[in-house]
């Protein structure tokens, strides 16, 4: 009697032809999970950066957006009562406008 030997454990030589068929299994398994794990990685990445840009063109859009909006601000204030409105033709020439109207 093996004085390591634990009762129902079989010794390695026997079973062998079937431990080789579910190793070549295993191994054909792994690769094919393999592959199936980096395909799945693949599109998970193209997917993702098609979304960094999105968000990027769509961030874009909304500065300028805005930038309009400043710009049209700045140009729609209403001048204050009593003041009138003059324009630089060149030089040291004005040309004011309304000062003879009221409001």
């Known amino acids: 009697m093996e004085p390591f030997a634990l009762p129902g454990v079989r010794s390695p030589t026997v079973g062998w032809q079937r431990r080789l068929g579910l190793e070549s299994l295993a191994w054909i398994g792994g690769a094919l999970a393999t592959a199936g794990a980096v395909g799945l ?21 909304l500065l300028g957006l805005g930038a309009f909006a400043y710009r049209a601000r700045r140009s729609l204030r209403r001048p204050e009562p009593g003041v009138i409105d003059a324009r630089h033709v ?7 406008y309304g000062w003879d109207q009221r409001r």
């Open 90 to 96: 060149g030089g040291h020439s004005w040309v004011a």
């Open 41 to 61: 990685a693949a599109l998970l990445a193209v997917f993702f950066a098609a979304t960094v840009v999105v968000v990027g063109v769509l961030g874009l859009a």
